[in-house]
């Protein structure tokens, strides 16, 4: 019978056999890796025959240890070679510098000649033997050896002829020469990029033996960049090519660069043409290559030829135009190129020339939000001078804004609007742009979103900055910009009816910054701002409604986002407690004789809080609202009668929604708490001593009903029974307690704290222990801290960092203990009722 080991042992056994299996497969594969390496190596080891392999000699005999990669015969090879030449070069460059005048010329002569001509012909002859390194070393050096010819035939052939000059001709010469030279041998790599590079400096050597001026130098540049332009299309080799690539990009690159400087510093139409002209030569030579070369370098092309194109047209143009409107000439020059899309110039380049106009659309858009982030920016400064008087300089005074360059911002309102209306064109005709721009784009259809966005921003700060751009008067400016939130919120609830989501966030954002700005810049005057914060209400309102009334009438498309109509609500609420405060002040009421006034419109969110029951827009209404309190009670600390009674308001206010059911856990103890501290604050405000006397009568009728509902409820907190009656008097009397120098009072309130809180440990009430506790605990803390005090002060200053740290370290020793000491007491008093 066959014997089954258990299974925990059968496991285990099967774990070493795959580990060993494992293990010797990680042999095998190292092995393997070795022999492949070896066989690589021509020469070096024969394949060993099956069954008689033996390790190589000279190498330790461990079967599969990883061997060490022998240095490759082709590399050490290029070193050698590489180092020979360098060798060589320093060589000649020593002779033809320093020994040169120990010989005559004859001898001068027939060195560097014989080293040339033996240096040029040695390398054919490597080629034919099959030696390409060593041929390309000697071909490197006789690339140098042809320099020094060059340079001593100048120091003695024709010592009287400029430098610069004679040394266009013969980079001339030489580019002519090793091009020859590489054609010949074809074997040969580096003759041929030796030859382009020597191509890019005849012309501009030229240029600057001359002395002549940018546009010539700019000339220069545009046809050598031809020049690479045409060898890196029809140059033989990726080397070639590359060189003459690497030579367009920085020639080309530097001509259209000077004349795009040429061209922006004309003074006149006349004096741009030249410039203008170059560049749309440099456009044309760009648009030549894009129409030959691959997909990437001629998407680059097209989108140097629309910028070209763009900076010659504008600067013959923003030539005869004021300063102001520089940037509406370069967007429509930019928007022009758009007709390119139809033009016969390949689907990259015409991609390139699309990208140009966008390019150029941006940089005028981005050169048109300073106005901008001003007018945003600039109501902030109203807050130091609210209900100062309407401003002398009208809406750029009211910005605090009337030094800036505003003839030169002009234009501003022109750049964003038109873009604007371009972009929302684009948005309404997506299907048409998709049909048209099929050509050379591939736009997604998700893009639609993000231009009809755009174009809602767009538009909107153009408006925005139209009243500060045209110098209107304040009282026209608050208008306008008043309007501008009104439409911004309109065309978020239509677009939200029609599905448009993205559209109608961006124009609700779009309308809360404006609400913003038009709220801080009616601060200057009175009537402003009823005005204003009254018609943002009534806008808010209505917002809010509108989009509630399309949520439910479409309930099976995209749903209205919650947050935005709460967002509505909220703002709302606030314009109500702003408008309730500048009543106050329009009053001449103080601070907290107006604090009572700003409870109204908590009052109403409390009302519309049952109103709106089941609503999302609910809560946030409602803690807005009780948010709104906040302020009255700060307008009434200066005075406590005033404070005392604002704080017994909101205890009404906070009972009055403890009377719905879903509110009540939390608006119940708030209720309780704002009691108790207004009945405080109002013995605090009398000059009451013993406030025992007023508190006690309402804590021995508190506990009464407690006990009744405990009864009647035994399941019912002790919190909601005992908590607030206990609280009456053991809080005032604490903090009678602490400020009474004599002793009664704290023994008194001691032992009915101890024996409140025995009765909490006896019966698991949760609320007699904890407060009771903490009452007992804070007595006996003003007890004892004189005493403390006094024994501190004779204590040196090092003992109390050493107690500290001895706690620290018990306390961390024993830390788990504590956790579990720390959770079994949380657990025993949530136990409790």
Request: charge should be positive; aromatic fraction near 4%.
């Amino acid at each position: 019978m066959e014997h089954l080991p258990p299974p925990a042992e059968e496991l285990a056994l099967l774990d070493r056999e795959l580990a060993g299996l494992d293990l010797r497969r990680t042999q095998l594969l190292t092995r393997r890796a070795w022999l492949v390496s070896v066989l690589q190596q021509p020469g070096v080891l024969q394949p060993p025959t099956p069954g008689t392999w033996s390790p190589p000699q000279g190498r330790p005999s461990a079967p599969f240890a990883a061997p060490t990669p022998p240095v490759r015969t082709r590399g050490a090879q290029n070193v050698l070679l590489t180092l020979g030449g360098l060798l060589l070069t320093v060589a000649a460059l020593a002779f033809t510098l320093v020994s040169w005048g120990q010989m005559g010329i004859g001898g001068r002569s027939a060195v560097l000649a014989t080293l040339t001509v033996a240096t040029l012909a040695a390398p054919g002859v490597l080629l034919r033997r099959g030696l390409s390194s060593t041929a390309e070393s000697l071909a490197a050096l006789a690339s140098v050896l042809m320099v020094l010819d060059a340079y001593a035939l100048h120091r003695v052939a024709v010592p009287q002829t400029g430098g610069l000059g004679f040394a266009a001709t013969a980079s001339t010469v030489l580019a002519v020469l090793w091009a020859a030279y590489g054609l010949l041998l074809g074997g040969l790599r580096l003759p041929l990029p030796t030859a382009v590079l020597s191509a890019q400096l005849p012309l501009l050597l030229w240029a600057w033996a001359e002395r002549a001026d940018a546009l010539v130098f700019a000339g220069a540049l545009l046809v050598t960049a031809a020049l690479d332009c045409a060898i890196a299309l029809w140059g033989r080799g990726v080397a070639v090519r590359i060189t003459a690539c690497a030579g367009l990009v920085a020639s080309g690159g530097a001509g259209l660069m000077v004349s795009l400087a040429q061209s922006l510093s004309a003074g006149t139409p006349t004096g741009a043409l030249a410039p203008g002209a170059l560049l749309l030569a440099g456009a044309a030579l760009a648009l030549s290559g894009a129409r030959r070369a691959p997909a990437g370098p001629a998407t680059a092309g097209g989108l140097v030829a629309g910028l070209a194109v763009v900076a010659a047209v504008s600067a013959v143009v923003v030539a005869g135009v004021p300063d102001g409107w520089v940037v509406p000439v370069y967007l429509l020059c930019g928007g022009a190129l758009l007709a390119g899309v139809r033009a016969p110039l390949g689907r990259p380049a015409g991609r390139g020339v699309v990208w140009a106009s966008g390019v150029v659309t941006a940089g005028s858009v981005l050169f048109s939000l300073p106005p901008v982030a001003v007018s945003l920016v600039g109501p902030v400064s109203q807050l130091g001078r609210v209900w100062a008087g309407t401003p002398r300089d009208g809406a750029r005074g009211a910005l605090g804004a009337t030094g800036l360059p505003w003839s030169q911002m002009a234009s501003a309102p022109a750049v964003l609007l038109v873009v604007a209306g371009a972009l929302a064109v684009a948005y309404r005709s997506w299907e048409s742009v998709l049909r048209r721009a099929g050509s050379v784009l591939t736009p997604g259809r998700a893009a639609r979103g993000a231009v009809g966005a755009l174009a809602a921003v767009l538009g909107w700060a153009g408006l925005a900055v139209l009243p500060a751009a045209l110098d209107v008067s304040y009282a026209v400016a608050v208008l306008l910009q008043s309007v501008l939130v009104a439409g911004a919120f309109a065309v978020a609830v239509c677009a939200l009816r029609r599905g448009m989501t993205g559209t109608a966030l961006t124009a609700s954002v779009c309308g809360a910054v404006g609400a913003v700005g038009v709220a801080l810049l009616s601060l200057s005057t009175e009537a402003a701002t009823y005005a204003v914060f009254g018609a943002l209400l009534v806008v808010c309102v209505a917002a809010a409604a509108a989009l509630d009334a399309s949520a439910l009438a479409a309930p099976r498309t995209e749903r209205v986002p919650a947050a935005l109509q709460a967002v509505l609500a909220c703002a709302a609420v606030v314009c109500a407690v702003v408008l309730t405060g500048a009543f106050g002040a329009s009053l001449g009421l103080a601070a907290h004789r107006a604090a009572p006034l700003m409870l109204a419109v908590p009052a109403v969110t409390v009302v519309l809080g049952a109103r709106l029951k089941g609503r999302a827009v609910a809560l946030p209404v409602e803690v807005t609202g009780g948010a709104a309190a906040l302020p009255a009670v700060a307008m009434a600390v200066g005075d406590m009668p005033f404070l005392a009674l604002v704080l017994a308001l909101c205890a009404v206010l906070a009972a009055g929604t403890a009377l719905r059911p879903e509110r009540r856990p939390v608006a119940g103890y708030l209720a309780t708490a704002l009691f108790v501290l207004a009945a405080w604050v109002r013995l605090s405000a009398s000059g009451v001593s013993s406030p025992e006397a007023y508190t006690l009568p309402v804590t021995v009728p508190a506990l009464v009903i407690g006990v009744l509902r405990r009864r009647r409820d035994p399941v019912a907190s002790s919190w909601t029974a005992y908590g607030a009656g206990l609280a009456a008097t053991l809080l005032p009397s604490l903090v009678a307690a602490w400020a009474d120098p004599h002793w009664p009072r704290p023994l008194l309130l001691g032992a009915a704290a101890l024996v409140i809180t025995l009765l909490g440990a006896r019966l698991r009430l949760q609320a007699l222990l904890m407060l009771g506790g903490a009452a007992l605990a804070l007595d006996a803390l003003h007890e004892l801290a004189p005493y403390v005090v006094q024994v501190v002060g004779t204590l040196p200053r090092w003992v109390a960092p050493a107690l500290a740290g001895m706690l620290l370290l018990a306390v961390g020793a024993t830390y788990e203990k504590r956790l579990r000491d720390a959770r079994r007491l949380r657990d025993a008093l949530g136990r409790m009722r």
